[in-house]
């Protein structure tokens, strides 16, 4: 049980939870790009202290663009809005890394008649908004853009509906959630001002706006950090005091850490923001790894049919990690650990157990010291290789006291392209080990 302990202390030193907040600081310039020039048309007001704070599968950016849908990213966006979940107002988690809305503000405008505010009429804009994270910097990019032609003014008479409500001006901005902040030493910060604009003038306006939502600081070895961010949208106008056009948008959750153990070859990824509100799932096709996903299938599916033929303790065969799709529900996740490659003592171990059952330990019992030809996988043809599951790279892999495992002899070829997609899945998913949970789906197609 000595592992089950480790891992949950090191769960429980990361469990960092989110509570009402006080305004953290704005982070040092150098956490967020350079923002360019501002856009043509866009009034980006100035704050008091330069980057003061008001209150303020998965694959990130390293080069973020300066447009959401842009050619390279237009499927996932279409993709995103097309969700029933980006009609609401907390929007959509599309993955890891991408987050997506349509939704509307309002804006009700008052005005002081004998000392008391008489409502004189209403603005709505309807809008849509992205956003991505980063995979080389602690920081998201939040995308907002009206919808052309999709300002409205209601309730005004008719020489103010023409001559002032479109005349207002309509400041926007996402701004860190006070308080939000896990740990509290951590901080957020927004490093662009609010975009201000007349409301006809947004109405009118094609092009994204955007801001770079960043963090500094985070707990234990990676550095790992929770915050909010939320839109401001803010419509008060000179003569319009009594306006209830300031408005806070529902929270979005972002984790940040700066792990350096992820990497595509060479290419590192030292620093990262994701959105909390997705669950990491492998998934593997039968059309590109047959023999890999049949073995997975059948050890989530039907474990005791799978080698070795002996239990741990006694009982039917329990291997976690299902995704179970069709029935909406989830089984035990698995968790990443430090492999064999990178000293990882737990890998080391799964590796051990793993030889045992696949008869690779060599001398009079080859499956020695745990199984025997009876209840080992029986000798497999040259070529082959021997796969495991759950992966040793995970602490619920071969070695793991409260869990079972299978492995099969499969083509070295399929083995070796399944090891190559679950690394992928490591960095494209920001899979911090032994904090994050994960899962493993076959599919046909």
């Avoid at 005791?304 to 065969?317: A, I, R, V």
């Avoid at 690394?423 to 080990?433: G, P, Q």
Wanted: hydrophobic letters at 30%; charged letters at 20%.
């Amino acid at each position: 049980m000595k592992r089950a302990s480790r891992l949950l202390a090191a769960i429980a030193a990361l469990a960092l939870t989110a509570a009402p907040l006080a305004l953290g600081t704005s982070p040092a310039a150098s956490a967020s790009p350079k923002p360019p020039a501002s856009a043509p048309g866009v009034e980006y007001m100035a704050k008091p202290g330069d980057g003061a704070q008001r209150s303020s599968n998965g694959k990130g950016t390293a080069e973020m663009p300066i447009s959401p849908d842009n050619p390279a990213g237009t499927e996932w966006l279409n993709d995103c809005l097309g969700s029933s979940e980006a009609q609401a107002p907390n929007g959509h988690v599309y993955n890891r890394f991408k987050w997506c809305q349509e939704w509307e503000f309002q804006a009700r405008y008052y005005k002081k008649v004998d000392g008391k505010p008489v409502l004189k009429g209403t603005n709505t804009i309807k809008f849509t908004a992205a956003a991505i994270g980063y995979n080389d910097t602690r920081a998201t990019r939040v995308f907002f853009r009206a919808k052309t032609g999709q300002v409205h003014y209601d309730g005004w008479n008719f020489l103010e509906k023409r001559t002032v409500a479109p005349n207002l001006k309509l400041e926007i901005t996402p701004e860190c959630v006070p308080g939000a902040n896990q740990p509290t030493t951590a901080t957020c910060g927004v490093g662009r001002s609010p975009a201000k604009m007349e409301w006809a003038q947004w109405s009118n306006f094609p092009d994204w706006v955007y801001w770079d939502v960043s963090s500094i600081g985070g707990k234990g070895e990676d550095q790992v950090a929770f915050h909010q961010w939320r839109f401001f949208m803010n419509g008060a106008s000179p003569g319009y005091e009594q306006s209830t056009g300031g408005g806070e948008g529902p929270s979005i959750g972002i984790r940040c850490d700066s792990a350096n153990y992820f990497n595509h070859g060479p290419k590192r990824y030292p620093h990262a923001c994701i959105y909390t509100n997705a669950y990491p799932v492998l998934t593997y096709k039968m059309t590109e790894n047959p023999q890999v996903g049949q073995h997975i299938r059948d050890a989530q599916n039907n474990p005791n049919s799978t080698w070795p033929q002996k239990p741990k303790d006694g009982h039917s065969k329990r291997i976690p990690g299902k995704w179970h799709v069709s029935e909406g529900l989830r089984g035990a996740p698995l968790h990443r650990v430090p492999s064999r490659y990178e000293g990882g003592t737990i890998a080391d171990e799964n590796e051990r157990w793993k030889k045992s059952a696949c008869g690779q330990n060599g001398g009079l019992n080859p499956w020695a010291p745990h199984y025997d030809a009876t209840t080992g996988l029986p000798p497999y043809p040259d070529g082959l290789q021997c796969d495991e599951y759950p992966f040793s790279s995970t602490h619920e892999g071969a070695s793991d006291p409260q869990w079972d495992f299978s492995v099969r002899a499969v083509d070295a070829t399929d083995n070796t392209s399944a090891g190559s997609n679950l690394r992928k899945f490591y960095t494209n998913d920001r899979i911090l080990m032994f904090l994050d949970d994960f899962w493993v789906n076959v599919v046909d197609g």
